[in-house]
Every structure is written in C-alpha cells, then in structure tokens.
C-alpha cells in the first residue's frame, strides 16, 4: 500500500513538474494562418494579442493591455540554407501616424507599469505593509518572449515582443537587424501588418 502511495505522489510531483494538467494550456498561432511577409527565403508571420479573449491562453490572468503593453506574436522560419542571426533584430511597431515605438525587453517590461506612491498612515506608529505585486512581474511574460539568438537552416523560433502603446487596425511591425551568419550580411527589413481583432 505504501510503495503504491509513493507511486502516485512521484506521478503528481513529475505532472506538475512538466505542466501536465494546466488550466491555461497556451496554443501557438498557425503562421500560415497570420500576416507574413518572406525575403530571402526567411518569412516572418505576426500578430498583436490586443484582446483579453487573446491574452488569456498565453498569460492567463493578467491581460499586458490594461498596463499598456502591448504583446504581439512573432514567428521566424528559416527556410534558406543559410543559418540566421537573431540577436541584433530590432523590431519596430508604426502606428497609422507612422510614430515608432521601439519594442520594450521582456525583462523591462515590469517596469512599464510604474510603481503607485506609498500609502502614508496617520499613525504614529509604523505597520509594515507588503508591497502590491506587479502584475507584469508574472513568469509569462519573459517565459513566453522570443528569445532564440540564432535560427538554423530549416528552423522556426517564436515568440512574444512587446510594445508600450494601445492597438489599432492599420498598425505595422517592422523588423531589422537579421543577418547571414556566415557572412554577416544584413537581410532587407520586414513590414508584416498587424490588423486589430
């Protein structure tokens, strides 16, 4: 009885180890299903997650667009022979203004929701008080980021890059800074549209 006891609570510790049994099991878009555009056989697919409907699967409770940020999804595939660099990417969002804004690191996008003044008490005496948790500090945010620094020939990379602005239809995600790993040489910018849901 006790080793099948033992049994059953290294199954439950192994499930919950490899996320065996979420709630929120989050499925990646279909980048043949997205807006694309492919240059030098390398296509690059998008999509703004500007819905709570969107957000929930990847982040679960906490929906980046109520603090102004923005998540959009971003798929690289290789399809030359050719290893891609992606480490000096830059990705752009253009707004129907044609204003830039520049894409906000996973691990700075904590600090977008600005931290409230601290609550000042009458009472002469201090009462320590827990500091509110930052909703943008949840582990989704980085853990879902795209975050591959080089693409092998015939690979895909995905991932989220996030902006600091609100979403309307007609916006664009330019990207630049792909390289040819071998020779260095800069691949022509990326204009992918990111139409509002």
């Keep these: 009885m006790r080793i099948r006891r033992n049994a059953a609570c290294l199954l439950l510790s192994a499930?919950?180890?490899w996320g065996i049994g979420e709630k929120d099991q989050f499925t990646p878009p279909?980048?043949?299903q997205l807006d694309k555009q492919t240059i030098?056989?390398?296509t690059i697919a998008a999509k703004a997650f500007d819905t709570e409907a969107l957000c929930k699967p990847p982040f679960g409770k906490v929906?980046?667009?109520r603090y102004g940020v923005l998540p959009v999804w971003v798929s690289i595939r290789n399809g030359s022979k050719k290893a891609v660099r992606l480490d000096r990417a830059l990705f752009q969002y253009i707004d129907l203004n044609r204003q830039k804004i520049e894409a906000t690191p996973a691990a700075e996008v904590k600090y977008a929701n600005s931290?409230?003044?601290p609550k000042m008490t009458p009472s002469p005496l201090p009462i320590p008080r827990g500091r509110p948790k930052n909703p943008l500090e949840a582990f989704e945010i980085e853990g879902r980021s795209l975050a591959a620094k080089m693409l092998p020939p015939g690979e895909s990379a995905h991932g989220?890059?996030?902006f600091q602005t609100g979403h309307r239809g007609g916006a664009t995600l330019y990207i630049t800074g792909l390289q040819d790993a071998a020779s260095g040489?800069?691949?022509f910018y990326f204009e992918v549209p990111l139409p509002a849901h």
């Design 185 to 187: 040489e800069e691949l």
């Design 30 to 32: 279909n980048p043949d």
């Design 115 to 117: 931290p409230t003044r």
């Design 63 to 65: 929906n980046p667009n």
């Design 15 to 17: 499930a919950l180890l």
């Design 160 to 162: 989220f890059v996030y």
């Design 40 to 42: 030098s056989d390398v």
